[in-house]
C-alpha cells in the first residue's frame, strides 16, 4: 500500500481564520513533506520532517506551522493567511535518509482557497 | 544549484503516436531522477527512479531511460489514459532530503 490521506479536500477560509491541514500515511516511512502548488507550477517544497524532527524550513512564513506528532502524521497549521497562498497543499512521504534516493508518495492534496 | 529543464512544455500525439519527454538536469552529484505523472487537481504519482547513467525501467507503455545529462520517458503507442502532466526531479548527493522539480510537459493524446 502506497498511500498517503490527506484532509481536508477543499478548504476555504478567510484571512482571520485559523485552520489545519492533516496527512498520514501507514508505509512506515520516516520522512515526511509539506509542499505548495501554484496552477501549472512544480511542487515547492515548504517543510521536511525527518524522524519526526523538523530538519528543512524553506523560509517559510510563519503563518504556516508545521507538526509532527507521530511518525505517522503530519499537520500544517494556518494562521493570518494571505489570498496568495491560495493553492493546492500536497503532503508527501519517504522511506527516509540514508545511502541512496527514496521516492516520495503524494497525497492527493487541499485545495486552499483564502478570502 | 540543481536545475531541471523539461521539454516540450506540451505535446499533442494521436492515440497510438509513440513520441518521447526529455529531461535535462544539471547537477553537482546525481543521487537519483524521479519520473512522476500528475493528473489536474491531484497530487504526483510516482512512476521510476533512476541512479545511474545506462539505466533503464518500463512499467506498461512507459520507459524511463538516463543518462549523465538528461533523462527520457518515451511513450509507446499512447492511449487517452495517458493524458497528463508528467514531472521529473532529481537529488543530489548534498540535498539531503530535497528534490528539484522541472515544470513538466503536458501531454494530451487524442483518440
Known amino acids: 500500500d502506497t498511500e498517503v490521506t490527506q484532509t481536508p479536500k477543499h478548504l476555504v477560509m478567510g484571512m482571520t481564520n485559523k485552520k489545519s491541514l492533516k496527512c498520514e500515511q501507514h508505509?512506515?516511512?520516516?520522512?515526511m513533506y509539506w509542499y505548495k502548488q501554484k496552477a501549472k507550477k512544480p511542487p515547492e517544497l515548504m517543510f521536511v520532517?525527518?524522524?519526526?524532527?523538523?530538519?528543512i524550513n524553506e523560509s517559510v512564513p510563519s503563518r504556516f506551522s508545521p507538526e509532527c506528532p507521530n511518525s505517522s502524521l503530519l499537520n500544517l497549521h494556518l494562521h493570518a493567511l494571505q489570498p496568495e497562498d491560495s493553492a493546492l497543499y500536497l503532503c508527501a512521504s519517504s522511506q527516509g535518509t540514508g545511502d541512496r534516493s527514496y521516492e516520495q508518495y503524494f497525497g492527493p492534496g487541499t485545495r486552499l482557497t483564502v478570502t | 544549484e540543481d536545475q531541471v529543464t523539461q521539454s516540450p512544455e506540451a505535446l499533442r500525439l494521436q492515440e497510438g503516436e509513440s513520441s518521447s519527454l526529455n529531461c535535462s538536469y544539471t547537477v553537482s552529484g546525481l543521487r537519483g531522477l524521479f519520473w512522476y505523472r500528475q493528473d489536474p487537481g491531484k497530487g504526483p504519482e510516482f512512476l521510476f527512479t533512476l541512479y545511474s547513467a545506462g539505466e533503464e525501467k518500463e512499467k506498461e507503455r512507459l520507459k524511463a531511460t538516463l543518462t549523465k545529462k538528461e533523462s527520457f520517458l518515451h511513450i509507446t503507442a499512447p492511449k487517452p489514459e495517458d493524458s497528463a502532466t508528467y514531472l521529473c526531479a532529481v537529488q543530489d548527493w548534498g540535498g539531503y532530503q530535497k528534490v528539484t522539480f522541472g515544470t513538466g510537459t503536458k501531454l494530451q493524446v487524442i483518440p
Open positions: 520532517y525527518s524522524y519526526e524532527k523538523l530538519s
Open positions: 508505509m512506515g516511512h520516516r520522512a
